[in-house]
């Protein structure tokens, strides 16, 4: 099995892996960083959602051996984070109770996090566009724009 | 305060059991490490005391409760603990949560199902807050040599009330575990709540927010292997033979085994079209979704293959010609419909549908011959365990199961076939392995909302006065139709007819089940019939219920007209519905199900040629809310799920196969779609507390529909709204 170092959370991590192991799954089944989530494995609901090189893409559809020297930065990673976007995010999450199940907020809030950092004050119809690709079936989506909104005033 | 025996229609949960030093009551390593990561305004006790099976008290005062029902989103495990630590007396920062196993022996109805967790749970989470107060009282007036009555609680401390003189719960904690049950206990009045009624955050929103392994298929145990299974493709085949030798050489890969998980004895949660299926179990997800990618199987017809256009021949069919079961007649509806002025007639239909849990089914099993561990993600653990108990030969009382989080239920997970063939394949490996269906598999491998038709008439005398009422409900296994809803009692002549299907594909509860259909036809139909007659869509309603408050028709209407009526007027002066808005078209809808009361009014705008959801608002009446704030979340997300399925999600077949097989092609609502906003208000009436999971869904889809039609004159029977031109932005 080929082995890679990536750059995950700010380590440099070596795994055996696949070459066409998507980063999800080495992400849930090689490190134990299970917050990133398996929705759909096709791209299409966003549950599995983390940053590399900082902009949204979605790890089931990327395989380990594309990575090379790119960052790979995961929900654990944004929790751990001290940077300001990120932690004003996750309290707006809390503050308004977003989650119901939770299962796909990770993903909401990674895609939340790389729009806050492109466009630090988004229109109802640039969250509209940026989330569109992140589903919740509890039907979470107004709690969530609302959560957007406080974090984004108190980033402008 | 309210007496209450403490013994009524409990069993064991009320015995005292002795301390257990130091520890957790439940050993799971894993499910253990999910504690508190908020900080406490304690740290951990040195000690735990078990007061009962729903509450331990550590030294320092620091309270567990457990929450004894399945966490699918329904917020459960946060009003649940709630009710017990008002009753309890302690302060809410001091409690931590923990999901308690399936034992029942301790608890009773440990189902998330039916919107029935906090009304059925009501009583005894009360009890069992209440005996424990009383048994730390019992302890210190004990220890002062005072009477208990002199005694008085707040937040966690115990006070003599002459003197002043206070102790902790943490300090009586020992002693009171000691101590029985009293016989009575006084349970507080609803208007000295101070944690029920107060806006709760969710207990595990921190660790949901930091990805903390909470669900099922976070799940990891040392050792662990990972299974797939392959179903057959369509409903209707069965399996003959798989390269089982190519499979087994592939990478990673351990055991290729068939499993046959048919029970020997069904019960209603049995269901399964897919009972012989290939199991694949390897090292890790990805090696076996390769070998899985790789098998060729072959398969052969068992029963005949099923299509859409056969269903939806047969559900008319059924409708002009089937077989029909009398489900009510009051009056005499024929001699009504002929001297009526004027006759509507409207038949109403929706497809399948997919539950699509965002976590796909999943299930952890590590089982030998005589024994079984169960961890993961289900609505029913009593029935899996018993399932799995009779499938392998296993003494019941050497199965466990133990419950994560789930990333949503919505009926699926009701139905623990996936638990059997997790079981069933440890069972034949000898191995812990974890069961991850893919969402292909997911979808393809589904216990569907049935699809449904309806036939609604209405017949108006020359006054427009309502005089019958028919309705002719069918389905896919089930008629949709619940004859002593709304409006039976209200109408002199009424009749309803029920037919069924019968059909090779497998069908049950999906949230709300037939209610998330038959609302919103029903609310449609009454709004077209309230325009016949030339009435304001609220006033007809109300008229509707003033007949059943003041000469019902009928003694077995299963509703309330007050309660119903009361939050109709409760949503139309909220909303200023007699207020009209140039640019605003809107519907109303109203029901009852769950022993719950909702009301919705939808405002609807066109924007750029498209609708727009300006704002839903929603009045509830489901007595006492425990948590407002989880309260309206959940009817939040009902009425977004509502709007969505109503206008976009669609299951077809094809040849005996799901023409969707993931996201790419079966449409789910995205947030560019949801309402802009949305209101929630309830009613304020001191009753004890019904269900909130369900009741804000079914009629969303009715407010929907009626808004659509004052917007651009287009009624809709037919449910994807989708495919009738109406797109929303």
């Known amino acids: ?156 | 305060m309210i007496l209450v025996k403490t013994k009524y229609n409990r069993r064991s949960f009320l015995k005292v059991s002795a301390a257990s030093s130091g520890g957790m009551i439940l050993g799971f390593s894993w499910l253990a490490s999910c504690n508190p990561t908020k900080e406490q305004a304690m740290s951990m006790p040195k000690s735990w005391f078990d007061i009962n099976a729903f509450i331990k008290i550590g030294e320092n005062g620091l309270v567990t409760i457990f929450s004894p029902n399945p966490e699918i989103g329904q917020n459960i495990k946060t009003s649940m603990p709630m009710v017990v630590a008002e009753e309890l007396d302690v302060a809410w920062e001091n409690v931590i949560v923990e999901q308690a196993a399936l034992d029942t022996q301790k608890y009773e109805r440990q189902i998330a199902g039916g919107s029935q967790s906090i009304r059925r749970g009501w009583q005894s989470l009360r009890m069992a807050g209440a005996t424990a107060r009383h048994m730390l009282m019992e302890a210190t007036a004990k220890e002062w040599g005072v009477s208990i009555s002199s005694l008085a609680t707040s937040n966690g401390t115990i006070k003599h009330k002459e003197t002043g003189k206070s102790t902790s719960y943490g300090d009586m904690a020992a002693n009171a575990s000691t101590l029985e049950i009293p016989e009575k206990v006084q349970l507080k009045d609803p208007k000295d709540f101070k944690i029920i009624g107060q806006p709760t955050k969710n207990v595990d929103g921190e660790k949901i927010i930091s990805g903390a392994p909470l669900f099922g298929l976070d799940f990891k145990r040392e050792g662990m292997k990972i299974s797939m299974i392959e179903h057959s493709p369509a409903f209707g085949m069965k399996l003959k033979g798989f390269n089982e030798e190519v499979i087994k050489s592939m990478p990673g890969i351990s055991d290729v085994l068939i499993i046959n998980t048919a029970p020997k004895e069904a019960s209603w949660s049995n269901v399964n079209a897919f009972t012989e299926v290939i199991a694949i179990v390897g090292n890790n997800t990805w090696q076996v979704m390769k070998a899985k990618k790789a098998l060729i199987a072959e398969w052969e017809w068992d029963s005949p293959a099923e299509n859409s256009q056969d269903h939806e021949f047969k559900l008319e069919q059924s409708l002009q010609t089937g077989d029909k079961e009398l489900a009510r007649k009051d009056g005499n509806p024929e001699q009504a419909f002929k001297r009526a002025s004027r006759v509507i007639e409207k038949t109403y239909s929706a497809p399948f549908l997919a539950h699509n849990t965002m976590e796909p089914m999943n299930f952890f099993a590590e089982v030998s011959k005589e024994k079984a561990e169960l961890i993961g993600p289900i609505q029913t653990p009593e029935s899996m365990g018993k399932s799995i108990s009779n499938l392998l030969d296993i003494p019941i009382e050497n199965v466990t199961v133990n419950l994560t989080r789930m990333g949503g239920g919505f009926g699926r997970r009701l139905y623990g076939n996936f638990g059997l063939e997790a079981a069933t394949i440890s069972y034949k490996t000898g191995k812990p392995i974890k069961l991850i269906y893919s969402r292909e598999d997911d979808m393809t491998q589904g216990v569907y909302r049935p699809a449904y038709k309806v036939k609604y008439r209405a017949a108006l005398d020359n006054k427009n006065e309502l005089i019958g009422f028919s309705i002719h409900g069918t389905g896919i296994h089930e008629s949709p139709v619940y004859e002593n809803r709304f409006p039976a009692g209200a109408v002199p002549n009424y009749l309803v007819e029920k037919t069924s299907i019968d059909s090779n594909i497998s069908t049950g509860a999906w949230r709300a089940p037939r209610s998330n259909f038959i609302a919103g036809a029903e609310q449609s139909f009454l709004d077209e019939v309230a325009e016949a007659a030339g009435k304001d869509p609220i006033d007809f309603r109300l008229e509707l219920f003033d007949r059943n408050i003041n000469n019902p028709i009928g003694s077995d209407n299963d509703y309330d007209p007050q309660r119903y009526a009361g939050v109709l007027k409760l949503v139309r002066d909220k909303s200023n519905w007699n207020v009209k808005t140039k640019g605003i078209y809107r519907g109303v809808s109203a029901y009852f199900c769950h022993n719950t009361y909702v009301a919705q009014v939808l405002d609807m705008e066109m924007v750029n040629g498209k609708y727009k959801i300006k704002k839903v608002w929603c009045a509830i009446d489901c007595g006492i809310v425990i948590n407002p704030e989880g309260a309206i979340n959940q009817a939040e997300g009902g009425i977004i799920d509502g709007i969505g399925h109503a206008m976009y999600s669609n299951l077809t077949f094809d040849k005996g196969s799901t023409i969707q097989k993931n996201f790419d092609t079966y449409s789910m609502i995205r947030h560019r779609q949801s309402p802009s906003e949305i209101e929630v208000f309830f009613v304020d009436n001191g009753i004890d507390p019904t269900g909130l999971g369900e009741p804000t869904l079914p009629p969303i889809s009715g407010a929907l529909a009626n808004a659509i039609y004052q917007t651009s004159g287009q009624r809709l029977y037919k449910q994807p709204f989708i495919q009738q031109d109406i797109k929303l932005g």
Not at chain 1, 56 to 75: E, F, K, L
């Open chain 1, 1 to 156: 099995m080929p082995e890679y170092n990536i750059n995950i959370n700010g380590k440099v991590k070596k795994i055996d892996a696949d070459t066409d192991t998507p980063i999800l799954w080495v992400l849930r089944d090689h490190l134990d960083l299970v917050g990133t989530k398996y929705g759909c494995g096709i791209a299409q609901c966003g549950a599995c959602t983390v940053h590399l090189n900082g902009s949204a893409i979605r790890s089931c559809s990327v395989a380990v051996s594309a990575v090379g020297n790119q960052v790979i930065t995961t929900i654990e990673g944004i929790s751990k984070s001290t940077e300001k976007i990120e932690n004003i995010v996750k309290k707006a999450w809390l503050t308004h109770d977003v989650a119901q199940c939770g299962y796909c907020q990770s993903g909401q809030i990674m895609n939340a996090t790389a729009l806050l950092k492109t466009n630090p004050n988004p229109s109802d119809t640039d969250i509209d566009r940026a989330m569109t690709g992140n589903i919740c079936r509890c039907g979470t989506y107004t709690r969530i724009k609302t959560a957007i909104k406080t974090a984004a005033a108190q980033l402008t």
